[in-house]
């Protein structure tokens, strides 16, 4: 099956990185979870404890075979450091899966990878990407190509299921 790598930090939506992670392990893939440092404590805004597998600087893109971003205030803090933005963009240019919720589509925009691509977000992310170029639809979920959005909590079983669509094939 796959190797999936998450990035995250403090203050994830909880359930937008324990619901995916949990379709994906149901479903027999591997799963990183990758923040600053491995060990580091993260705690999302709900209180859920997560522990980093590895650091940011311990990976390279082509170990996985697929990207998650969980959202909450997590993707905001990650865009801000260009070893994220970095690791995404290889995501995008390569056009390997890569699953975000909510707000996990603002590291798109930091990766100037946006325009003409279709997606979805938080209804607040959602004009930054129709501004960074992107044809923005008010949807569940939007796949395009091997990219799939989604906007809220209330969505989680339409992207998992379309992120384990994505990595069938």
Do not use: W
């Not at 479903?27 to 980093?52: C, D, F, P, R, Y």
């Not at 949807?139 to 209330?154: E, G």
Request: hydrophobic fraction near 40%.
């Amino acid at each position: 099956m796959s190797k999936v790598a998450v990035i995250v930090t403090n203050d994830v939506e909880d359930i937008e990185y324990t619901s995916p992670v949990e379709a994906l392990k149901n479903a027999g893939h591997e799963v990183v979870t990758i923040e600053n440092e491995a060990g580091n404590q993260i705690v999302g805004k709900h209180g859920t404890k997560l522990t980093a597998d590895k650091g940011i600087g311990d990976v390279k893109p082509d170990e996985f075979d697929g990207l998650l971003i969980p959202g909450g205030f997590s993707p905001d803090q990650l865009r801000a450091d260009d070893r994220f933005v970095n690791f995404v963009k290889d995501f995008l240019m390569d056009d390997k899966p890569t699953f975000a919720i909510c707000h996990g589509p603002q590291l798109f925009i930091q990766t100037g990878l946006t325009a003409g691509r279709t997606m979805t977000a938080y209804l607040t992310v959602r004009p930054d990407l129709y501004y960074a170029g992107a044809r923005v639809k008010d949807q569940p979920v939007v796949v395009d190509r091997n990219l799939v959005t989604s906007r809220t909590p209330d969505d989680l079983d339409d992207f998992n299921g379309a992120m384990l669509a994505i990595l069938k094939k």
